[in-house]
Structures are given as C-alpha cells and as structure tokens.
C-alpha cells in the first residue's frame, strides 16, 4: 500500500456521532476482530445480510472473511464502527471499500445492525467514508444495492448521491458522487492531516 502505512493506520481512527449525540468509534479492523466481526454479521436480520451481500449467507465465508481483515491488501480497506454495550466494545456498523486507481473512484458498501438502525450511524459512516475517498485522492465513489432495498436508496438519495443504472445487473442500482472536497478542507481531521501530508509527499497526488 503507497498511501498510509499499515502500522500507523491506528492513527488513523475517528470518532462520529449517533444523532442522539452517542459516540462511536471508527477504525480499521484487527486481527483481534475475527470473531467479533463474524458474530456481528450472524447477528444481522435475514434481510439485512441478503440486502449486505445480495445473496443469502448466515456468516461471512472463511475466504470473505479473510478478505475483510485484510487491511490495505490491493488498495481494500475494512473499518468497523464500535460503541459500548455494557462495558464491552461492540460492533455496530461496519465499512468496506477499495480504490480503483485507474479511475480515481471508491467503490463501498456498509450495514449497520439491526438494533441501531435509525439512530443516524449509516449516515454519520457514509460522510466519514467520503473523507476517505477525498484523502486518497478519488474523484468519485460508488456503491450498489438492491433496487428493493428503499433503506439504502433513501439514505444515498439524501446523502447527494446520483443514481444510474447498474452496468451488469438490472436487479442492482448504482449510487455515485463527485468528489470535489479540497486535501485542505476534509472535515475529518485525521483524514485532512493524512491527505495533506500524503500531498506534502507527492504533491501531484492530490488536486
């Protein structure tokens, strides 16, 4: 990985809101998360994991599971967003996207669980996942989902994302945005520190 080195990337965590003013921590996933992060994703609904996934699973295969704690592997990055519940660090939500380089786009998809829907995490992530985007320079990000699935359509509809449709699959729809934040503007202050620096580094990385 060119951007961020892999043992710094604990500096790299966040802390968001819920929309009754909850924190919540946002990180890369761990080693440590395994088990964690396979509970989490059998403690969705049936609906919530196909809606996830589109397809039905009851836990992350090993092979996907593999590839959700690999961390900075071909431009792939996994965060788990965790919140205390009583006394034990949980995972609530989780994020995963890739650079595509070549286009300068981030592609992502998110759940968060069922229990805290509609506390406003999926809308808190989806604005921490753009400063990402703009911190490694995409010039877009995207993401697909069910064309049933109303949650994630409403949320990216109020979220300024475009809609297209998807280019294989007339069951999905495509959600897209332009990326136009400034290194120096991000709202997230790690990631504007990471981005400038990583300007400071290469200063045609970034516009």
Sequence with gaps: MSTFRLEDLKQYSDVLRTRQGE?????????????????????????????????????LPKGLLHDFLQVG??????????????????IVAEARYALHAETSTLEFGLSVSDRWQG???????????????????AEHMFGDTLRSNETMISLARKSGFAFVNHPDDWKLVRFDKEITVASKDIPCASWRLAALSRQAESPSALA
Excluded: W
């Excluded at 921590?25 to 761990?30: I, L």
């Excluded at 506390?119 to 320079?137: D, F, P, Q, S, V």
């Design 119 to 137: 506390h406003g995490i999926a809308t808190a992530l989806m604005k921490n996942l753009e400063c990402r985007a703009a911190a490694l320079g």
């Design 73 to 90: 592997e071909r431009e792939r990055f996994t965060v788990v967003a965790t919140k205390m519940v009583d006394s034990f660090e949980t």
């Design 23 to 59: 924190p919540l921590n946002v990180r890369f996933v761990e080693p440590r998360d395994t088990e964690e992060l396979q509970h989490y994703f059998r403690s969705l609904s049936t609906r919530s994991r196909y809606s996830r996934f589109f397809g039905a699973i009851s836990e």
